[in-house]
């Protein structure tokens, strides 16, 4: 507990925490289950090629969202890399520049050039008035993303997409699980796009997924995913090796099973940081909608400056100094990152609410690796930090300038 200034890390006190607390430590689930499958497949000697763990993983996905198809992949970068292309997109395709830059990548890396558009700040996810806006003759689609798990508003985007002929894929990384409007993600657009990432509430060490109602698009899509091959000589489309092997299925199966359990943490940890952060001035937690299912992997922060007198930067050194590893997603954004930023440097102007929001948010860990004494230290250190801002920001600035690094941050983020 802090108690003086002085108890802050970063004015040399010792930290809250002697171990890092990340945010994306990951969930290990059942290790007994999955040794045995791990134990399985060598006996087996089948370890990647569409082996019987991929399919098993493929068939309980299906289940969870009731797409009827699914192609699971070596990560979720491939995954959109290959939907994008067994979609048919080209030239142009809107996209937020509020999100993971693996959105865009996926779509530069293969010569698509993606169109930043400015996001909903309520929702924090793409303003299909915004994106209608950007439509141009060399718009061939839109890739919207379900951030921190919360459904785009996927039926408006449809509206646009559809009677233009555009394609519609959605970036669900962040939103297994969760449903919108009694639907599970998973069945809306064209193709939806998981990742089953390491630092992702349901994981396969790396992985990804595309989940599709479309046929025709699921066989295309299974064919990229191997080099193109429809049987052992015949190769029909330009093709990747972007295969999930063996070992990754069983960890994504041995997670799946734990779905509801990691759920249930997540849950119980946002509520818990609702209630311990609920009357700080200017510091609000993003909501989930409960009947939407969320599966609350995300705690979000919004950070109001003048209302806190502390920036989020400021902030986010503070809590890491006290070894509470906070992230800055999706700083800077995408449009500030290059390439995109070197063909673009006025993208900033149209981006009004990216701009806003790269500069407030900021996530607390969260997942089965943490608990509610974490949870309390955390939001502890937060509430000093709030209480206290004004004196922070005057005893750092009377303090003379001394040669540490917490104090060479601090003098740079301070007006
Ligand atoms: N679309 C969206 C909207 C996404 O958010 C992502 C990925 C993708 C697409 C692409 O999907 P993948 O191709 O990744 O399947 C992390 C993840 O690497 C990335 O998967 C994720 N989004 C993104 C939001 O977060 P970093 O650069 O922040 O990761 P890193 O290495 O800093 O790890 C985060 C924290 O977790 C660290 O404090 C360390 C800790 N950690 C990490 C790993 C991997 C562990 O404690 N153990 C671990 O094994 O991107």
Redesign the pocket.
């Known amino acids: 507990m802090k108690a003086a200034l002085q108890d802050l890390a970063i004015f040399g006190g010792t930290p809250a925490f002697a171990e ?1 607390l ?5 969930n290990i689930g059942n290790r007994e289950r999955l040794l045995e499958r791990i134990h399985d497949l060598l006996d087996r000697r089948w370890l990647t090629n569409n082996g019987p763990y991929v399919l098993e993983f493929e068939q309980q996905l299906c289940r969870l969202t009731g797409a009827p198809h699914c192609i699971v992949t070596c ?6 890399e290959i939907a994008i292309r067994a979609a048919g997109m080209s030239q142009e395709v809107i996209v937020p520049a509020f ?2 830059v ?2 865009a990548h ?1 779509l530069q890396w293969q010569g698509i050039t993606p169109v930043f558009c400015d996001v909903d700040p309520a929702t924090h996810n793409l303003d299909p008035e915004a994106a209608e806006r950007l439509i141009t003759p060399r718009t061939t689609g839109i890739l919207g ?1 379900h ?1 921190w798990g919360r459904a785009c508003r996927v039926d408006e985007l449809a509206e646009i997409a559809r009677p233009r002929g555009l394609k519609l894929l959605f ?1 669900a ?2 939103a297994l699980g969760c449903a919108h409007r009694g639907r599970m993600i998973g069945g809306f657009g064209d193709a939806e ?1 998981f ?6 509430f349901v994981n396969s060490f ?3 997924a595309i989940l599709t109602a479309d046929e025709a698009l699921a066989d295309r899509a299974r064919m990229m995913r191997n080099f193109g091959f429809v049987d052992y000589d015949d190769v029909r489309y330009i093709g990747t090796n972007g295969k999930m092997a063996e070992v990754a299925a069983a960890m994504g199966l041995t997670s799946l099973e734990s779905i509801a359990e990691f759920t249930e943490a997540n849950r119980r940890n946002y509520h818990l940081y609702r209630t311990l952060l609920a009357d700080l001035p200017g510091i609000t937690l993003l909501q989930y909608d409960e009947s939407e299912r969320p599966n609350y992997q995300y705690i979000v922060l919004e950070i109001e400056e003048s209302a806190v007198g502390l920036s989020r930067d400021l902030l986010q050194r503070i809590l890491h100094s006290e070894n509470v ?1 906070v ?1 800055r ?2 700083y800077p954004g995408c449009h500030r990152v290059e390439p995109y930023r070197s063909a673009d440097p006025g993208a900033r102007l149209t981006l009004p609410q990216t701009e806003r929001l790269v500069q407030r948010v900021l996530l607390l860990p969260t997942g089965t690796a943490v608990g509610a004494e974490e949870i309390g230290t955390v939001c502890d250190v937060i509430r000093f930090a709030v209480t206290r801002a004004g004196e922070i920001g005057s005893h750092a600035a009377r303090a003379a300038p001394r040669a540490d690094t917490a104090w060479a941050e601090i003098e740079d983020v301070l007006p």
């Open positions: 890092l990340h945010v994306g430590r990951p990560n979720g970068t491939v995954a959109l999100t993971f693996a959105t996926a993303v951030l970036d990384a962040h796009v990742s089953f990432h390491a630092t992702k790396e992985g990804g590893l992230r997603y999706f």
